[in-house]
């Protein structure tokens, strides 16, 4: 099973501020990786998919990239609405996986 | 517009029996696998699960074979997820959700359907 390790854990930012999470697959599964964002009481969005292709309506400030095993969840310029916890989740090989979560908090 | 509706909240006792279910429109509902995730209280996001509604293949976590079981109604356009004797471990909230059209990320999610399992 491939294990997908988010740092950090938790994060506490001002609004404006940048947010760079990380992912980082156990081993290799090319860009079959994918972010999604969950804010309190909701189900979850797909924010990026293929590690750095925008999904439809999000906004711009949200971007991904990758390298090798590495893979970045940035958001530009924090807002107030991006107070959520964000995960990974691979797509390469079954069983599909998701990372333990980053919360952000706006400060 | 593609909707992924969730059955009710449940509170059931240890030990009994529970089917939720998916019901997806604005689609063609054999055309996209549909996943079901678990997210107990707390917690993080949990793959459970895949079928495809067009000929019912399923793949199940290792995690899950043999604790749950994912079948489709493709007539409803309906996913289901069942238990044959619940635990108390199995509180948590249950999530559809619709694959993109090459199987690889969900993009669309049903809003989730809370399971209690308490004495």
């Known amino acids: 099973e491939i294990v997908l390790t988010q740092s950090p854990d938790f994060q506490s930012v001002t609004p404006k501020e940048k947010v760079t999470i990380t992912c980082r697959a156990s081993?290799?599964?090319?860009?079959?990786l994918h972010w999604y964002q969950q804010k309190p009481h909701q189900s979850p969005k797909l924010l990026i998919k293929?590690?750095?292709q925008s999904f439809s309506g999000v906004p711009s400030r949200f971007s991904g990239s990758r390298s090798g095993t590495d893979f970045t969840l940035t958001i530009n310029s924090l807002e107030a609405e991006d107070a959520a916890t964000y995960y990974c989740?691979?797509?390469?090989?079954?069983?599909?996986?998701f990372g333990g979560g980053t919360k952000v908090e706006i400060k | 517009e593609v909707q992924l509706v969730q059955s009710g909240a449940e509170v059931k006792k240890p030990g009994e029996s529970l089917k939720i279910s998916c019901k997806g429109s604005?689609?063609?509902?054999?055309?996209?696998?549909i996943g079901w995730v678990r997210q107990m209280p707390g917690k993080g996001l949990e793959w459970m699960g895949i079928?495809?509604?067009?000929?019912?293949?399923?793949r199940y976590s290792p995690s899950f074979q043999g604790q749950v079981t994912i079948s489709v109604d493709k007539s409803l356009s309906t996913a289901y997820l069942q238990w044959s004797s619940l635990k108390a471990s199995d509180t948590a909230m249950y999530y559809c959700?619709?694959?993109?059209?090459?199987?690889?990320?969900?993009?669309?999610w049903g809003q989730g359907t809370l399971v209690t399992v308490s004495s």
């Open positions: 959700a619709k694959t993109s059209d090459d199987g690889n990320y969900f993009d669309h």
């Open positions: 293929y590690a750095s």
């Open positions: 079928i495809y509604p067009g000929d019912s293949d399923t």
């Open positions: 989740h691979q797509s390469s090989t079954l069983p599909l996986t």
């Open positions: 604005g689609y063609i509902f054999t055309n996209y696998w």
């Open positions: 081993q290799t599964i090319g860009s079959n």
